[in-house]
């Protein structure tokens, strides 16, 4: 037995809160990608292995494996540091501003980017806990900044907001092409 | 001399030197602000560049890529923390500098220092350009392919102490390339029956969510922090000629700084240590460094501004990325039909070397700013740090929406926001994660290619810089082994000697 604690402890890595979840996530992840190689990457019997479709996917998947597998040891045999449940809620609180993201990318299609874009800026960084005139005054500036240099400067590819259609004849298309 | 007026030529108009322009002013701003960074300045113009001149849109991304580690001392040297995570080791001594009242010293010697490494990491990459342009057609598939195959090992290697987890990062980027529908048999693979699996993720979308998004996420759920930083007074331009001083060693970091950029997977921060190391170890004072040594950040800033230049090298002879950034400009070069690799020097020297020449340009370009810019940029690193994120977030939608107008883009690159704060949370490397995307794309399509025309496997080691490239290989990997093991063993000896 000691001589086996002796060789785990060879493994052993600096650790951080949090390191052993993401590491066993990571290989239950990497042997769900293994269990599904038969029927995600397949082989159709040619000649040369590397000329196969699911060769590269199985390499990663192998690598994902093996490595994984080592990194999962490593972590576990080193000491614990107190806080895994709180650095586990910030990853989960990061998940908040994914929705304030998909909801951004939800508005621009239907309200326009300009409007989507100075309305996610300023209720975002109230949300931040900006609540001064002249943060939320820079947050606007940032937005209408962000539209112009990208949609009216450099005429990057995005499109009109659907409510635009209701704009007055004289406006609308130059609003659709700029804004 | 014919090729470099004609690269002169392609060089000096309107639109490429405004973005010459932009990009360095740009990137040195982006430098200073601690929390932002080259990788997410350059993710998020990826996609704009796209709609640009292929020289236009590269010169942007380069100004950026060349310029933001001289922003990234500033904040190094004045607050102790690094702009751009490569100006690390510039706080060594940079800050000591400045809390003896030698701030301005400081500043001077590491912007003289990022000249002097960038310079003359140019030149050489100048100078080898002959020897690149007659080597680099003796690259055929096999050897494309160990050498993408050795990238992979050196980005794992590098990885000291989180070897493990760079190579199932790596292993992560491998298996991320290959999802969709296969090219040559069109079979589906790791889609699991999804449509919007069908086409593969997108290299761009992947990069925006693992910099971009991911420093968006961090910045905004960390506490708030708005750091302070007093105004510098007196002649930087003096202070910056002392680098003569000291040319010795910031010849030695540029150096290491080419060295270390041209071997793909290893980059700055190798370059930086081996330069630091070297600086110390010759030095008179070895015990100041730490403590405020001006050769200990001539040494690491000359260093970390020779590798931009370097890293060129195999990405342009090659087409093989070196790290994250040269991997996303590879993106733009694809976009544009200009495939780097051997044919790029054969059929588009004047290309390549006007490459050279905005390099150059660049370096002048941003030392002339910073000479009368530092005191403006303090005000910029003032900015409230979750005021930063929400930027960041508004500017990563026209990153990833205006590639494909996909809604689905944008999700999937939140995912890997997610993933990529957890990694950075847990100081875990994002880098073999792209490299191993972009790599294992390359790794794929050479094998492929040069199994068709041999016979047996030992075929593939029958020509010298193929046997060259497997010795290498090899020799890596059974060093590296080598010293894992001693590692180990003496990281046991130690856990068991009895005054622990």
New interface residues.
């Given amino acids: 037995m000691q001589r086996v604690l ?1 060789f785990l ?6 650790r ?1 809160p ?2 052993l979840i ?1 590491a066993a996530g ?1 290989l239950v992840l ?1 042997l769900a ?1 293994l269990v ?1 190689v038969p029927w ?3 082989f ?1 019997g040619k000649k ?1 292995l ?2 196969e ?5 199985s ?6 494996v ?3 597998a ?2 999962f040891v ?1 972590t576990w045999n080193a000491p614990r540091l107190p806080g895994r449940l709180q ?1 586990v809620i ?2 989960l ?3 908040e ?2 929705l ?3 909801v ?3 508005a ?1 299609p239907v309200i326009g980017y300009l409007p989507a ?1 100075l309305l ?2 300023v209720l ?2 109230i949300r ?3 609540r001064s005139v002249r ?1 939320l005054t ?2 606007a500036g ?2 209408l900044a ?1 539209v112009l240099v ?1 949609k009216a400067g ?6 009109a907001g659907a409510v635009y259609q209701y704009l007055p004849d004289g406006i609308r298309s130059f609003v659709m092409v700029n804004f | 001399m014919e090729t470099i007026f004609q690269a002169a030529e392609l060089l000096f108009n309107w639109p490429v030197l405004v973005a010459l322009l932009i990009g360095s002013v740009g990137g040195v701003v982006i430098g200073a602000i601690p929390g932002v960074g080259p990788a997410v300045a350059i993710a998020i113009l990826l996609p704009a560049t796209f709609a640009l001149e292929p020289l236009v849109g590269l010169t942007l991304l380069l100004g950026i890529y060349g310029s933001s580690m001289y922003g990234g001392s500033l904040p190094a040297i004045l607050i102790n923390t690094p702009g751009t995570a490569v100006n690390a080791l510039t706080t060594y001594d940079g800050y000591p500098m400045t809390r003896r009242g030698e701030a301005l010293r400081a500043l001077g010697l590491a912007y003289g220092a990022s000249f002097f490494g960038a310079v003359l990491s140019i030149l050489i990459l100048i100078l080898l350009s002959p020897v690149l342009a007659t080597v680099a057609p003796m690259f055929g598939s096999r050897e494309i392919f160990l050498a993408a195959l050795l990238g992979i090992i050196l980005v794992i290697i590098a990885h000291r102490g989180q070897m493990a987890a760079a190579g199932m990062l790596a292993g992560l980027g491998i298996l991320l390339q290959s999802v969709g529908m296969e090219p040559v048999n069109y079979t589906m693979r790791y889609t699991f029956g999804l449509d919007w699996l069908t086409s593969g993720l997108d290299l761009i979308v992947v990069v925006l969510g693992l910099f971009a998004l991911s420093q968006a996420f961090q910045l905004i759920v960390e506490p708030d922090g708005a750091p302070d930083a007093q105004p510098v007074a007196g002649s930087l331009f003096r202070a910056m000629r002392e680098i003569w001083t000291y040319r010795r060693t910031a010849a030695t970091g540029g150096g290491f700084g080419v060295l270390m950029g041209v071997i793909p997977g290893v980059g700055e921060f190798t370059a930086q240590f081996l330069s630091y190391t070297a600086a110390r170890k010759r030095s008179r004072t070895p015990d100041m460094f730490g403590r405020g040594s001006p050769e200990g950040l001539v040494a690491s800033e000359s260093a970390n501004n020779a590798v931009p230049a370097a890293a060129m090298i195999p990405l342009l002879a090659l087409g093989i990325p070196g790290e994250a950034l040269t991997a996303m400009m590879l993106s733009v070069f694809y976009v544009h039909n200009v495939v780097p690799g051997p044919g790029l020097f054969q059929n588009q020297l004047d290309f390549v070397y006007a490459l050279y020449l905005a390099l150059l340009l660049l370096n002048v370009i941003v030392i002339l700013w910073v000479l009368v810019s530092s005191n403006l940029l303090i005000r910029i690193i003032r900015i409230p740090t979750r005021f930063l994120g929400v930027a960041i977030l508004v500017l990563s939608f026209v990153g990833v929406y205006s590639l494909r107008n996909s809604a689905v883009d944008c999700m999937i690159a939140a995912g890997f926001g997610v993933f990529g704060l957890i990694l950075k949370r847990l100081n875990l490397p994002t880098v073999p994660i792209i490299l191993g995307m972009v790599l294992g794309g390359i790794m794929e399509v050479k094998l492929r290619a040069s199994m068709g025309r041999l016979d047996s496997v030992v075929d593939f080691v029958n020509r010298p810089i193929a046997a060259l490239l497997v010795f290498v290989i090899v020799v890596i990997t059974v060093q590296s082994i080598r010293t894992a093991i001693r590692d180990l063993r003496d990281r046991h000896d130690s856990s068991n000697s009895p005054n622990q």
Avoid at chain 1, 53 to 57: D, R
Wanted: charged fraction near 10%; glycine fraction near 10%.
């Fill in positions: 002796n402890a060879l493994f052993r890595r600096e951080r949090g390191d993401f990571f990497a990608c599904a995600q990457a397949q159709l040369s590397v000329e479709p699911g060769f590269w996917p390499v990663g998947v192998g690598m994902m093996v490595f994984g080592i990194h490593c650095e910030l990853w609180r990061s998940v501003f994914v304030w993201f998909s951004y990318v939800g621009v874009t996610f800026a975002l960084s931040a806990g900006y943060m820079s947050a940032l937005a962000t990208f450099l005429g990057v590819r995005l499109p």
